[in-house]
């Protein structure tokens, strides 16, 4: 396992697998266990951290196997495994070489997450086409050459090739005889199936802040608010205070026999009593401020959810309803891609979305924006190395087909996005990608219309004008006019504020494509990659995206692992 003072970067097991050790998902795994690190973190402080990837023979990346390197070793033990012990001293050896570059990450994970919104019913067409063939068993070349033939019958190449069905069939000894189920069980799309996330936090966010100010208090009011040094020269002033919950950040100047300090910061809780545990511990404003913040969310405890983050809600039309950032991530993609527009690793697509209502009364889901930072990064070729990315020619249809489910699942009459011109207007000189909204998603819309015998119309929308810009400022959501001056005081959430900019504005009407779907019956399943037949669509998923078998595997170390 070791050569010298170098530890080889993979592990062999009994049967031939090869695994590395990755950290590209390192982050995401703190985050969602909660997982606090300590100051002086072991190699099985990380375990829970690390991911786990093998490399099947005959492949040029590896896979994720689900599973960190506590998870793996933990079942290496509960089967009594050979490898057990070969394993827990390689990871030790080779972890124990990196605690330096590991401890330099974050103690305490990031409240920053992506929430699944929900599970869309992708599957692959696969299954389903080489159940029809009427193939029962066939040798593997027979095999081979009857499923590269699919691919004149509807069949995407990218879906047969990231399959990996053929080069497991091309790994199979000559004289193998296959059978269909065998066959079913190469499949393996599961890395290629983005998640329907959003970003999000949890938990009660102070989020209105602190107001400096400079008050004294009276020397009477130290005993019943729990603060020290009566009779003793004691000043205790109080320098910031919560704008929304009156908590409040104590400076406190005082010396006795035993403290050998004379200024300390304490926090007052909203009754104006200090919190115990603070009293002598905190050395810096910033130190109380984050004491406060920590302890304020703890208090609210009770109020915690996942609240779905809007980071450019600035940028969507006037008005709207459930306004939301909607992202198609590949978790499990073996590459690794930082977007350039949110802190979610592998962004595939990321969509603007609202609900709006037409001058015809219908709701529609509106579709303000759609972009991939990742395809868009690999077509202009940036400094650096761009991770590889699947879908290069079908983001955008796979893009459409989920906010159609998604129009559906949120008891919409139709979908409608976004036009060039509305592009055009809103980025000006940025330069949007005119062709998306005037071909591609055009083109996308009538496939889907053909397919599932949908209208595709225009509808009208009144969007309220310039005249009224609705901004968020550093004490709440304000409401401008065009000389960007605020019309009144700030109000608490952007509902308030949009309902007093359409009271005072002036309207106007703007024509957008749409999808009607009334008529379109329950979706039940959407296809991975084209269109498929309605009945696609409309039929209840008979066999999932298969994964394959563990592979065997000869390994290459990918750009992010150990």
């Known amino acids: 396992m070791t050569s010298g003072n170098r530890v080889n970067r993979y592990f062999v ?41 093998q490399r099947e023979a005959g492949f040029e990346v590896d896979r994720f196997t689900g599973r960190s390197a506590a998870q793996w070793l933990a079942e290496l033990r509960d089967r009594s495994s050979p490898d057990f012990e070969r394993f827990r001293i390689w990871y030790e050896v080779a972890i124990h070489r990196l605690l330096d570059l590991l401890s330099r990450r974050p103690r305490v994970p990031d409240n920053h997450y992506c929430t699944e919104l929900a599970a869309p019913p992708l599957t692959s067409s696969l299954p389903e086409r080489i159940s029809a063939l009427g193939l029962k068993r066939a040798s593997a070349e027979q095999w081979s050459a009857t499923l590269r033939a699919l691919t004149g019958k509807g069949v995407k190449q990218e879906e047969l090739d990231m399959s990996g069905v053929l080069i497991r069939l ?10 269909c189920e065998q066959i079913l069980a190469m499949v393996d799309l599961a890395h ?7 970003e999000s936090r949890f938990g009660y966010e102070a989020t209105a802040g602190w107001d400096e100010r400079c008050s004294r208090i009276p020397e009477k009011e130290f005993k019943k608010r729990g603060l020290p040094g009566k009779g003793y020269g004691a000043v205790h002033l ?24 004379r200024d300390w910061w304490c926090v007052l809780d909203e009754r104006g009593r200090a919190i115990q545990q603070a009293v002598f511990d905190l ?21 915690g959810n996942d609240r779905a983050l809007a980071k450019w809600e600035r940028f969507a039309l006037p008005g709207g309803d459930a306004y939301r950032e909607i992202l198609l991530q590949l978790d499990d993609w073996p590459g690794s891609y930082a977007p350039r527009h949110f802190r979610t690793r592998n962004v595939l697509v990321h969509l603007r979305t609202s609900i709006r209502t037409t001058l015809g009364g219908q709701r529609v889901l509106f579709v303000d924006e759609i972009q991939s930072d990742w395809h868009a990064d690999l077509h202009a070729k940036p400094q650096g190395t761009i991770a590889d990315a699947p879908l290069r020619k079908e983001w955008p249809l796979l893009a459409m087909k989920l906010m159609l489910w998604w129009a559906q699942r949120m008891g919409a009459d139709g979908l409608a996005w976004s036009t060039a011109e509305l592009q055009l207007e809103r980025w000006r000189g940025f330069g949007p990608p005119e062709g998306l909204y005037r071909k591609t998603l055009p083109d996308a819309a009538q496939t889907l219309a053909k397919v599932l015998d949908l209208a595709l119309a225009t509808t009208r929308l009144s969007v309220r004008q310039n005249s009224r810009r609705v901004v968020l400022g550093k004490k709440g959501w304000e409401v401008r006019n065009r000389k960007n001056e605020p019309l009144t005081k700030p109000f608490k959430n952007r509902e308030q504020a949009e309902r007093f900019a359409d009271l005072t504005g002036g309207f106007s009407e703007i024509n957008v494509p749409v999808l009607w779907i009334m008529n379109l019956g329950r979706i039940q399943s959407i296809p991975l990659y084209g269109t498929g037949s309605a009945a696609t669509w409309l039929t209840p998923e008979i066999k999932p995206v298969a994964k394959a078998a563990k592979p065997t595997s000869k390994a290459r170390i990918p750009a992010n692992v150990f």
Not at 170 to 179: G, Q
Not at 283 to 303: G, N, V
């Open 13 to 53: 097991m009994a049967d031939g697998h090869k695994i590395r050790l990755v950290v590209s998902r390192f982050d995401e795994r703190q985050r969602r266990l909660h997982l606090r690190l300590p100051a002086s973190a072991t190699c099985w402080d990380y375990a829970p951290l690390i991911d786990v990837m």
């Open 170 to 179: 091309f790994r199979s000894p000559a004289d193998a005889v296959l059978s």
């Open 192 to 198: 290629v199936l983005p998640r329907f996330v959003c």
């Open 238 to 261: 109080v320098r910031f205070r919560h704008r929304s919950l009156g908590w409040s950040i104590v400076r406190t100047r005082y010396l006795d026999l035993i403290t050998e300090r």
């Open 283 to 303: 050395a810096s404003r910033d130190e109380a401020i984050a004491f406060a913040d920590r302890k304020i969310r703890e208090t609210f405890a009770r109020w």
